[in-house]
């Protein structure tokens, strides 16, 4: 639909910017133009119906209570204002979605900044320290997450080891104050993958920068912040942007470690916005209220995308100022 | 700092970098003297590796671990016990169509894989070289709807294909791989926009069509960034979670990923999963993965240097 709206205004503008040299080629350049748009078809379906078709519809569940085998029922701003007044369930997701973000995505990020720096110096083993770390990231979510399902029960390996050291470990994941350090921990095994991003930048900072720094009587520690770091602020930034999109909407890793048919864990401690989202939709069959769920948490996550390049300006470092 | 001597004495290090594996008792040797000369540097190296690795080798460790041992709860870090049968195990004694979870899971990644490297690549092309008027404005429309988070579209994209009467098939999860994504679209209009145009214009003036420049000319180019794009698009449909539990209900269509979680699940409150068993199903669900990556690492890391970076998982 939306091509015919936006070809039609550009269709009328070129041949009279353009003037008889146009007209002579419009031949030729129509056919091109039916090609384009012949090409990007299968995108331009894609958009229409899977993306902007269903945008728009869940714009309008997101305005009814409707559990999609009787008719709609238009109730206006209802099922936000409940989310946002009456549900303290949601408040409960939000704040765990928050805490979970704000801290596994920095932890993850200064450990693989650390991992990379120290990796960067003329470590011998370099290339099996960079396996150790990087070969868990490969290692799919929920195989991972079957690991520490594993190990965090109750009965489990940790909880043997700390028998050793005569600790009396907690129920990690029936327990409403362990659920979410649990989960902040599987999240610091995705520190590999920016570890080694970070290390092959931090390999095409200039040898002459640190030698000059070493002149001037930089330590480690001044070199590191001074030189290092402000070279490798634009991945930093990326990797800080995608993984808060990514912890915003974490699911599967919750789904799998919560106890049977639990998903929103022991008092909803580890209830995230995509499981409550996910509950309200296919467990309840609330789709009103789990859209309206859902486009709470795109302004969730556009607020912080915004803060994020708001405060970009003063701490991210683009040497040639082009990108 | 701990770092600072490492940064100090780069000399004998890098030398014997260099040297590599030729004369071992002498880089051993060296690796000793690197060892004294920085400690806290290797051992925060080595702790902080470890503690990384050790789920892996955990998976391991249990993957091999007898039935009793796993009733048991009574797991080693290193392997003690090597129950290789496990492996076969795992495809008979879970009660569970586990060779069906691992066929699908092959079948949904790879078409889904076929699906993304034919679409975007068109779509790609034609970005990159056609002109027409509005495309501007439909390429703004590709970058903006990387924002959209796929939780928006979710609910209404499962009532549409309940409405199809797609769900508990492979459908929901593979058709729509055929309409190509922004993110890929985005990656190979930016690789074919770096490619001289001069062939392509040579071919045009030999009368080929733009579709037979497509064919003939860009996609023979275009392999590194198609390889890249299915390495991406199999690493994500393989190990998917969330799509099939929207999707499929029954055992038979289930991949591997969501079959894990249901063999977990099915046994009782008070019951223990099988966890040998399951650790084998997540070793046949990483195998794949990491060959992938180390068949297409090359392309991967081009990617990388190209976008500027890749994402974290």
């Given at each position: 639909?939306?091509?015919?709206?936006?070809?039609?205004?550009?269709?009328?503008?070129?041949?009279?910017?353009?003037?008889?040299?146009?007209?002579?080629?419009?031949?030729?350049?129509?056919?091109?133009?039916?090609?384009?748009?012949?090409?990007?078809?299968?995108?331009?379906?894609?958009?229409?119906?899977?993306?902007?078709?269903?945008?728009?519809?869940?714009?309008?569940?997101?305005?009814?209570?409707?559990?999609?085998?009787?008719?709609?029922?238009?109730?206006?701003?209802?099922?936000?204002?409940?989310?946002?007044?009456?549900?303290?369930?949601?408040?409960?997701?939000?704040?765990?979605?928050?805490?979970?973000?704000?801290?596994?995505?920095?932890?993850?990020?200064?450990v693989?900044?650390w991992l990379a720096n120290l990796l960067n110096k003329r470590v011998r083993g370099r290339k099996l320290f960079r396996t150790l770390i990087y070969l868990p990231?490969?290692?799919?979510?929920?195989?991972?997450?079957?690991?520490?399902?594993?190990?965090?029960?109750?009965?489990?390996?940790?909880?043997?080891?700390?028998?050793?050291?005569?600790?009396?470990?907690?129920?990690?994941?029936?327990?409403?104050?362990?659920?979410?350090?649990?989960?902040?921990?599987?999240?610091v095994?995705?520190a590999g993958?920016?570890t080694?991003?970070?290390l092959?930048?931090?390999?095409?900072?200039?040898?002459?920068?640190?030698?000059?720094?070493?002149?001037?009587?930089?330590?480690?520690?001044?070199?590191?912040?001074?030189?290092?770091?402000?070279?490798?602020?634009?991945?930093?930034?990326?990797?800080?942007?995608?993984?808060?999109?990514?912890?915003?909407?974490?699911?599967?890793?919750?789904?799998?470690?919560?106890?049977?048919?639990?998903?929103?864990?022991?008092?909803?401690?580890?209830?995230?916005?995509?499981?409550?989202?996910?509950?309200?939709?296919?467990?309840?069959?609330?789709?009103?209220?789990?859209?309206?769920?859902?486009?709470?948490?795109?302004?969730?996550?556009?607020?912080?995308?915004?803060?994020?390049?708001?405060?970009?300006?003063?701490?991210?470092?683009?040497?040639?100022?082009?990108? | 700092?701990a770092i600072?001597p490492q940064?100090?004495?780069?000399?004998?290090a890098?030398?014997?970098?260099?040297?590599?594996?030729?004369?071992?008792?002498?880089?051993a040797?060296r690796t000793l003297s690197a060892f004294k000369a920085s400690p806290a540097t290797y051992a925060v190296l080595i702790v902080v590796s470890a503690l990384l690795f050790v789920p892996f080798v955990?998976?391991?460790?249990?993957?091999?671990?007898?039935?009793?041992?796993?009733?048991?709860?009574?797991?080693?870090i290193i392997?003690?016990?090597?129950?290789?049968?496990?492996?076969?195990?795992?495809?008979?004694?879970?009660?569970?169509?586990?060779?069906?979870?691992?066929?699908?899971?092959?079948?949904?990644?790879?078409?889904?894989?076929?699906?993304?490297?034919?679409?975007?690549?068109?779509?790609?092309?034609?970005?990159?070289?056609?002109?027409?008027?509005?495309?501007?404005?439909?390429?703004?429309?590709?970058?903006?709807?990387?924002?959209?988070?796929?939780?928006?579209?979710?609910?209404?994209?499962?009532?549409?294909?309940?409405?199809?009467?797609?769900?508990?098939?492979?459908?929901?999860?593979?058709?729509?791989?055929?309409?190509?994504?922004?993110?890929?679209?985005?990656?190979?209009?930016?690789?074919?926009?770096?490619?001289?145009?001069?062939?392509?214009?040579?071919?045009?003036?030999?009368?080929?069509?733009?579709?037979?420049?497509?064919?003939?000319?860009?996609?023979?180019?275009?392999?590194?960034?198609?390889?890249?794009?299915?390495?991406?698009?199999?690493?994500?449909?393989?190990?998917?979670?969330?799509?099939?539990?929207?999707?499929?209900?029954?055992?038979?269509?289930?991949?591997?990923?969501?079959?894990?979680?249901?063999?977990?699940?099915?046994?009782?409150?008070?019951?223990?999963?099988?966890?040998?068993?399951?650790?084998?199903?997540?070793?046949?669900?990483?195998?794949?993965?990491?060959?992938?990556?180390?068949?297409?690492?090359?392309?991967?890391?081009?990617?990388?240097?190209?976008?500027?970076?890749?994402?974290?998982?």
């Open positions: 639909m939306s091509n015919v709206v936006d070809e039609a205004p550009g269709a009328a503008r070129e041949p009279r910017r353009a003037g008889r040299r146009r007209t002579r080629l419009s031949r030729r350049g129509r056919k091109e133009a039916f090609y384009f748009w012949l090409f990007i078809s299968p995108w331009l379906i894609g958009f229409v119906g899977f993306l902007l078709g269903p945008m728009v519809a869940s714009v309008y569940i997101s305005l009814t209570e409707w559990d999609s085998f009787t008719p709609p029922q238009w109730v206006g701003l209802d099922n936000y204002t409940r989310a946002l007044t009456e549900d303290p369930v949601f408040w409960k997701s939000l704040w765990n979605t928050f805490y979970y973000a704000l801290i596994s995505v920095p932890l993850g990020l200064i693989g900044v990231t490969l290692v799919p979510l929920v195989a991972t997450a079957m690991v520490f399902k594993m190990v965090l029960a109750p009965s489990g390996p940790l909880n043997d080891l700390l028998g050793l050291f005569g600790l009396d470990g907690p129920e990690w994941l029936l327990s409403a104050t362990w659920i979410k350090p649990a989960l902040i921990v599987l999240s095994w995705g993958a920016a080694v991003l970070l092959s930048a931090m390999n095409g900072i200039p040898r002459e920068l640190y030698e000059a720094a070493e002149i001037d009587g930089a330590g480690a520690w001044r070199q590191f912040w001074s030189v290092t770091f402000p070279q490798i602020t634009p991945i930093i930034f990326f990797n800080l942007i995608m993984g808060l999109i990514g912890a915003f909407q974490i699911f599967s890793q919750v789904y799998i470690l919560a106890p049977n048919n639990n998903v929103g864990g022991p008092d909803n401690a580890s209830q995230m916005m995509v499981t409550l989202l996910f509950q309200e939709a296919f467990s309840f069959y609330h789709f009103g209220y789990a859209s309206a769920i859902a486009w709470l948490l795109f302004i969730v996550i556009l607020v912080f995308t915004v803060i994020a390049f708001r405060t970009a300006r003063k701490w991210v470092f683009y040497e040639t100022e082009v990108r | 700092m600072a940064a100090a004495a780069p000399g004998p890098a030398e014997a970098d260099r040297k590599g594996r030729r004369d071992d008792g002498d880089a040797k955990l998976m391991v460790s249990i993957s091999l671990a007898s039935d009793q041992t796993s009733a048991e709860n009574a797991f080693t392997p003690g016990e090597f129950e290789w049968s496990n492996f076969a195990d795992v495809f008979t004694a879970t009660g569970l169509p586990v060779g069906r979870f691992v066929l699908n899971s092959v079948l949904i990644a790879t078409l889904s894989a076929v699906g993304q490297v034919l679409s975007s690549s068109l779509v790609g092309y034609a970005f990159a070289r056609l002109r027409a008027p509005g495309k501007g404005v439909m390429f703004m429309i590709v970058l903006a709807t990387m924002m959209i988070p796929a939780q928006i579209t979710m609910i209404p994209q499962f009532l549409l294909f309940k409405e199809l009467g797609w769900v508990n098939t492979y459908l929901p999860l593979i058709v729509p791989n055929f309409f190509s994504n922004a993110f890929n679209v985005f990656l190979v209009r930016q690789f074919v926009s770096r490619l001289p145009s001069e062939l392509d214009e040579a071919a045009q003036v030999d009368g080929l069509g733009y579709f037979g420049v497509y064919r003939r000319i860009i996609l023979p180019m275009m392999w590194p960034i198609l390889t890249a794009i299915a390495i991406f698009t199999l690493t994500f449909a393989w190990g998917d979670f969330m799509g099939p539990l929207i999707y499929l209900n029954s055992e038979e269509s289930m991949p591997l990923a969501l079959g894990l979680q249901y063999m977990t699940s099915t046994s009782n409150a008070m019951q223990l999963p099988p966890w040998n068993l399951v650790m084998v199903g997540s070793i046949i669900l990483t195998l794949p993965m990491i060959a992938i990556y180390y068949l297409g690492q090359k392309y991967l890391y081009e990617m990388n240097l190209q976008g500027g970076s890749a994402g974290v998982k």
